[in-house]
């Protein structure tokens, strides 16, 4: 499959989008801003649906072999993933508490994902990230793990 330019800017722009919409609980924005970027997961679900079809075509690439597809996806993804990791879990102690952000009421999204410093099973927190499972687990086995370091989101 030749490269279709038009949706890598497409998945670029939906890529900015959902990093807004990621910002918007935490910062201090009128109704008028704050409210376009309130469709953060509609973007995800169209960024998913593009990067589908991009994976396939690259799949076909490999002709249809799954190994040197995979490690090609790895040595792409995961090195950037450790990069971010490493920086989230940095500044993962650096608590800051509601009562310095008014405008995140506790039971807004923003107040519901916030960190809270370390987890309390952070070693098998970290292995869940580095492992790149952290978003699999319902919270009915094993609570909030998706926002342990790198949040997956999830409504």
């Excluded at 279709?4 to 918007?24: F, K, P, T």
Aim: hydrophobic share 55%; with cysteine; net charge negative.
């Amino acid at each position: 499959m030749k490269r279709l330019e038009c949706l890598d800017g497409l998945r670029g722009a939906l890529a900015g989008y959902v990093m807004l919409s990621h910002m918007a609980p935490f910062v201090a924005a009128p109704d008028w801003v704050s409210r376009p970027l309130s469709h953060g997961m509609a973007a995800v679900d169209v960024f998913f649906i593009l990067s589908g079809m991009v994976i396939l075509g690259s799949f076909d690439a490999f002709g249809h072999r799954m190994a040197p597809f995979l490690a090609a996806r790895v040595f792409r993804i995961f090195p950037v993933f450790l990069v971010v990791f490493a920086a989230a879990i940095a500044i993962q102690p650096m608590e800051v508490a509601h009562e310095m952000m008014p405008w995140i009421a506790p039971d807004s999204l923003g107040g519901r994902i916030w960190s809270d410093g370390w987890p309390a099973d952070w070693a098998a927190n970290i292995g869940a990230h580095l492992t790149m499972t952290h978003g699999l687990f319902p919270d009915g086995i094993w609570p909030y793990v998706y926002l342990g370091f790198l949040a997956a989101c999830r409504p």
